[in-house]
């Protein structure tokens, strides 16, 4: 069964421009969640799709980020334009959604720099 | 809001040492709790989950316990390996169904 897949690994950019993620979660899994990850902390939620429903994007600045789950498979987050402070690790992980059950997958991430 | 809470930040030890790692919760209503391994510039590997009504789980040399009512959770790792040597994360679910995670213990088990 393969993972979640992520691209790209590493992505370096100058602030004010914009960069997009990917992530392909393991197939079957309904649930989606993004996750940013700074240097010495743990992963703290942007956004969490249930299929193709954005049911939690409390935390995610909509100001300069959007996501997107096309057909509950795929999704792409974005950011628009970049600032320093977005320099992250972003992590994507799925689950099947059986609530008490709900074990998570991990990604590889994706490296973010901010120049 | 649920604040998860991971002690000691770092540990270094000799080979072969048994070790804990604790987390602690500060809302007991959870569905279930997680810990994962981090491996350097690496994603988040699940090792263990315990659900609400268990006590603990084990997985060969890891022993996971829960102490609901407390808000407690502690790893136990038997005679340690240097490739054990990773950051440990723990992350409760509760209501919100949202996984929420400690900053982790970044353990070093040197030969």
């Known amino acids: 069964e393969a993972g979640v897949v992520q691209s ?7 602030k ?9 979660p393991i197939s079957g899994h309904n649930t989606l969640y993004w996750y940013r990850q700074n240097l010495g902390q743990g992963p703290e ?28 498979v795929d999704s792409t987050l ?3 334009p970049a600032e320093l402070g977005d320099s992250a690790v972003y992590l994507c992980a799925s689950s099947r959604g059986d609530r008490e059950l709900e074990k998570l997958f991990f990604g590889s991430g994706t490296q973010l720099s901010v120049l | ?17 048994n070790l804990v790692l604790n987390c602690s919760f500060t809302d007991s209503a ?5 810990w994962f391994r981090q491996d350097p510039g ?33 790893l136990y790792i038997a005679a340690s390996q ?24 970044s353990l070093i088990v040197h030969p």
Request: aromatic content about 8%; charged content about 25%.
């Open chain 1, 78 to 80: 974005k950011i628009q």
């Open chain 2, 30 to 34: 959870i569905y279930n709790l997680q």
């Open chain 1, 8 to 14: 790209p690994r590493y992505k370096i950019i100058e």
């Open chain 2, 42 to 74: 690496k994603g988040l590997t699940s090792l263990l989950l315990i659900q609400s009504s268990q006590r603990e789980q084990t997985s060969g040399r890891l022993n996971a316990s829960l102490d609901k009512s407390s808000g407690r959770s502690t």
């Open chain 1, 45 to 72: 939620l942007l956004i969490r799709y249930e299929n193709e429903e954005a049911v939690d994007d409390s935390q995610l600045p909509k100001d300069r980020f959007s996501a997107e789950r096309l057909k509950g």
């Open chain 2, 1 to 17: 809001k649920q604040e998860v809470t991971q002690i000691p930040a770092a540990l270094s030890v000799p080979e072969g040492e």
């Open chain 2, 82 to 105: 240097p490739g054990d040597s990773a950051t440990y994360l723990c992350a409760v679910t509760g209501g919100s169904y949202i996984p929420t995670f400690g900053r982790g213990t």
């Open chain 1, 16 to 24: 004010k421009q914009p960069v997009a993620f990917w992530c392909n």
